[in-house]
């Protein structure tokens, strides 16, 4: 099969025209002739007219449909309403992000209804994601209401004791940070505010000497990056809430306190037997927070095991030294790239923007940073659920992605940085062949039918120069792949693709790419490939080059 892609690859250089693998996977060429005199639009499927190609009036046509990396808003107080969510669709948010930390059940279904509206209303896939809270590790109370102050240099003690803490003592309910916690192992208390170094440890307790001063008061979050916790990382409330995301139908579910592997395995394993039938169940994004996912090979098994990866940078840069964090960050970016996983860069992106219509300029660099490092999407948080701006907060994110996906060096980074599929299948020679093919061509889009989402995928993971239209007859998919880099999607319901003939799914895709505004003159060459049997997941084995005008000006053999 390797020697198989290598001729394809070296073919498709000399091809001007078009050509076609077909399920044997033999190679044939079928001439698709562009006249170098003007091609008149003729009707094809339902009646185009000239008068269509040339119109400028189509709102797909403005640069929110043109970026290539993706946009997640969080939802809340300041945009819980038809009228902003809208607002942040057409603003550039591609997918909504549902935070189970806060509110309540009821409110997360009112979200999920409105952005089911939007999606309706605009016939675009919008990608939904619930955010699990995770674990909260945290401190017992205190005698003094007020906390207490913890000198540099004294020995504090946490213990299993819930007698009221003391500036000797405190209640550390969690026994499984005793048990994981081991001498010069760091605690930190209150998000970094306050570090401590466990000098000594017994039956139920910790000895601990203050490193950073600081007043501890009750209830105060607790983190461990020396240790791997044998706990779950999911909750009875995080359980409850799994549940009740399955059952409104999120697409996207965000797990927290990641630690290694088999946590990814663990709601896997959930979400399957919430109903086993389902083909096409809710995708699992790891968060990456803690410093025990970068130990030995627990990153390529975490992305390997999950569907996606969000760089959860607040908590990775509570656990992490802060001069870390943005080579972690560059780490886990290229591991997703290099296995096909689609990336999100989240936390304080334009964190002043909560209360300033601008953000600063060290945020838009970061923002910019997190694109030009090649990640698939980037979020806002508070930004957009909270703050007083989130519809130009979301507006400056797309004009940030507008502007780096505008600069050549971008587009330098990601043709060397390209990684290497090679796992020798078609399907993966398809892909390779389809980008060389429409760069050689000068192609405007690159259109896929896919079923699971597989080709689409593997043609982001190669970031093409044109856009990928990946038409799908399951809306489940068509979701899934809204957060991935440079996919288009476009759900076709099963009775409008007809398998059973292939020029007619040719004639389709021009008409959605019509729609989409992906082309708009009848000279337009489009790239599309599909496999065969239709349904077979990742069995992409033909490619076409077509002119956008559609079956009138097709050769016969297409």
């Not at 946009?71 to 549902?98: C, N, Y």
């Not at 009875?236 to 290694?260: C, H, N, T």
């Not at 410093?291 to 627990?298: A, E, I, R, Y």
Request: glycine share 8%.
């Amino acid at each position: 099969m390797k020697l198989a892609s290598i001729a394809v690859i070296s073919y498709i250089a000399s091809i001007a025209n078009g050509f076609s693998l077909g399920p044997s996977s033999s190679l044939t060429t079928a001439r698709a002739p562009v006249s170098s005199t003007s091609i008149h639009v003729a009707s094809y499927v339902d009646a185009m007219s000239q008068a269509t190609f040339g119109a400028t009036d189509n709102y797909k046509s403005s640069q929110r449909w043109r970026k290539k990396t993706k946009q997640l808003a969080t939802l809340g107080p300041a945009s819980s309403t038809f009228e902003m969510i809208e607002k942040l669709f057409l603003a550039g948010a591609d997918v909504f992000r549902l935070n189970f930390s806060h509110g309540e059940h009821a409110q997360k279904k009112e979200l999920l209804d409105i952005i089911r509206q939007v999606e309706a209303k605009y016939d675009h896939p919008i990608a939904i994601l619930g955010d699990l809270q995770g674990p909260k590790l945290r401190t017992g109370v205190f005698s003094n209401s007020a906390g207490e102050y913890l000198e540099e240099g004294q020995t504090f003690r946490f213990d299993l004791d819930e007698t009221p803490g003391t500036n000797q003592r405190v209640m550390l309910p969690h026994p499984e940070i005793i048990e994981a916690s081991e001498i010069g192992h760091v605690l930190l208390i209150d998000d970094g505010k306050m570090k401590l170094v466990v000098t000594g440890k017994g039956p139920g307790y910790l000895d601990c000497e203050v490193v950073v001063a600081g007043t501890i008061k009750d209830r105060k979050g607790v983190n461990t990056p020396d240790s791997i916790l044998e706990i779950s990382c999911l909750t009875p409330k995080d359980r409850a809430d799994l549940e009740y995301m399955l059952g409104i139908g999120v697409d996207w579910i965000a797990l927290s306190f990641v630690q290694r592997p088999s946590d990814i395995a663990e709601i896997k394993k959930l979400i399957h037997a919430y109903d086993p039938s389902n083909p096409y169940p809710p995708h699992v994004m790891a968060k990456i927070e803690k410093p025990s996912c970068f130990f030995g090979d627990n990153l390529e098994g975490i992305i390997d095991l999950s569907d996606g990866i969000m760089v959860a940078r607040g908590d990775l840069g509570v656990e992490c030294a802060p001069e870390d964090v943005p080579i972690l960050q560059k780490q886990i970016i290229d591991e997703c790239r290099a296995q096909g996983k689609p990336v999100v860069v989240a936390t304080q992106m334009l964190e002043s923007m909560i209360e300033s219509p601008t953000p600063t300029r060290a945020e838009a660099s970061d923002a910019a940073t997190a694109i030009y490092d090649g990640a698939d999407a980037i979020m806002l948080s508070a930004e957009s659920a909270a703050g007083k701006y989130p519809e130009l907060s979301v507006q400056m994110q797309q004009r940030i992605i507008n502007r780096v996906e505008g600069d050549p060096h971008y587009s330098k980074y990601l043709k060397s940085t390209r990684p290497t599929i090679t796992d020798g299948s078609t399907a993966s020679a398809i892909i390779l062949a389809a980008r060389s093919v429409a760069k050689n061509v000068g192609a405007k889009v690159i259109g896929s039918f896919t079923v699971g989402g597989t080709t689409a995928r593997k043609a982001s993971m190669k970031r093409p120069e044109q856009p990928i239209m990946a038409i799908s007859p399951s809306i489940a998919t068509c979701r899934h792949l809204a957060m991935s880099w440079g996919v288009y999607p476009e759900y076709c319901p099963d009775e409008k693709i007809n398998t059973d003939n292939f020029r007619d799914m040719l004639s389709l895709s021009c008409e959605i790419g019509l729609r989409k505004g992906l082309v708009s003159d009848p000279k337009d060459l489009m790239v599309v490939t599909a496999g065969f049997p239709f349904g077979t997941p990742g069995a992409a084995n033909i490619i076409r080059v077509i002119p956008a005008a559609g079956p009138t000006f097709w050769d016969e053999t297409l």
